[in-house]
């Protein structure tokens, strides 16, 4: 019996994130959500950069240095409020604010 080849939880969620453009807004915002761990916040529009075209493509778009963007979003990232809606917009995104 011959096994599917397997993928890395990343990896299937970066190929979501590419083919469901309403799966990366329906993403990012359960990020947004979670107020106890705000890495998740950093962790999920990484994987939104990655399936966009990549961290260097998304850095050139949004007007960021490539090493910066790496480690802004990375899971000890403290980005500034600047760096996170420039890297919004590079993906086709943007934050919101609403009532609660």
């Not at 397997?6 to 309403?22: C, F, K, M, Q, Y």
């Not at 260097?56 to 403290?78: D, F, M």
């Not at 917009?89 to 943007?94: D, F």
Request: net charge positive.
């Amino acid at each position: 019996m011959k096994r599917k080849p397997s993928i890395s939880h990343n990896d299937a969620t970066v190929r979501e994130l590419r083919d469901n453009p309403g799966f990366a807004v329906e993403y990012l915002r359960a990020a947004l959500e979670d107020e106890d761990e705000p890495s998740v916040l950093l962790i999920a529009l990484r994987r939104i950069a990655e399936a966009k075209g990549g961290l260097a493509k998304v850095a050139k778009a949004a007007g960021i240095e490539r090493e910066s963007l790496y480690r802004a979003l990375s899971a000890r990232g403290n980005p500034r409020l600047s760096t996170l809606a420039a890297v919004t917009r590079a993906v086709g995104l943007k934050l919101t604010v609403e009532a609660e």
